[in-house]
């Protein structure tokens, strides 16, 4: 049995070379993720902590989460938890790892909504892990937030995410299919409706990769035959709850900006604007009622 003794360093080093010869993605930041969570640090603390000596116990904990992320756990699966907007989520296969990209769908709604005096109120449609919902009701102090999630476990999920971060009392979750059940004294009173939708299409549901088709919910990423299924259902049912110059903001797949460009228009929606990525791909369509 080895007696062999791990630093802080060593195991970073050798965790990443392990990743690498896995051709796992960022196998260095993969490596200090998971060590910085069993150490309970930061990132950046490890490098304080370089010839620090890691026990057994930990060292136990720690290659269990390098077994799993190895076998194509995603990496926010294995830890638990992410960032999102600054706040930290409670993350497991319950719904969809929030991405950056959605982080400027939030901006964009946020943007929109900070200038308003009063109360606001928001609809988001399909909430996951609530992430947007939290991210805008930390940024929005004036705000309420009614979310809907088809998924009864996503919904628990992001009920959870909503008392971590301290916003319970202001964001509304309800597990239901899109906005079959809302109370119908919200018609006409959000100022957004807002939406991160299944936008993936059948046939590029096969070629997704394995961490993501494996792992992640098919019913957050499925959007029917040309992704567009749940865009029609917010642009043919949903506008309803809009108050008049209210914004209709949802994140999009990199090919579907014309198209959703033009259900919006065809829904009379007008200023539709299209937003992109950090990548500079089409990612976010908003329009006013």
Request: proline share 5%.
């Amino acid at each position: 049995m080895s007696t062999r003794t791990w630093t802080v360093l060593d195991l970073v080093k050798t965790t990443a070379e392990y990743f690498a010869g896995r051709q796992l993605q960022s196998p260095r930041l993969a490596a200090e993720w998971l060590l910085a969570h069993v150490l309970a640090c930061k990132r950046v603390d490890l490098y304080l902590r370089t010839e620090q000596v890691v026990d057994d116990r930990v060292l136990e904990t720690y290659r269990g989460m390098v077994r799993s992320y190895a076998a194509g756990v995603p990496l926010q699966y294995v830890v638990g938890d992410t960032e999102f907007m600054g706040c930290t989520l409670r993350c497991d296969p319950r719904a969809l790892i929030p991405r950056p990209e959605t982080e400027i769908l939030v901006d964009a709604v946020a943007k929109r909504l900070r200038a308003t005096v009063g109360p606001v109120r928001v609809l988001e449609l399909g909430t996951g892990s609530g992430a947007i919902a939290v991210a805008l009701a930390k940024l929005l102090p004036q705000s309420a937030v009614w979310s809907t999630e088809v998924s009864p476990d996503a919904a628990t999920l992001a009920r959870e995410n909503a008392r971590r971060n301290g916003v319970e009392q202001r964001v509304h979750i309800a597990a239901m299919d899109r906005f079959a059940a809302l109370a119908p004294e919200l018609e006409g009173a959000m100022a957004c409706i807002v939406s991160n939708p299944p936008y993936i299409t059948t046939a590029e549901m096969e070629t997704l990769p394995s961490v993501v088709r494996e792992h992640e919910p098919a019913l957050a990423l499925h959007g029917g035959a040309d992704g567009l299924d749940f865009y029609r259902h917010l642009c043919d049912g949903a506008l309803h709850f809009l108050a008049p110059g209210g914004t209709l903001a949802v994140e999009i797949g990199a090919a579907q900006g014309d198209a959703v460009r033009a259900l919006f228009d065809a829904a009379g929606l007008h200023d539709v604007t299209l937003l992109r990525d950090y990548a500079g791909l089409d990612r976010i369509v908003l329009g006013t009622r």
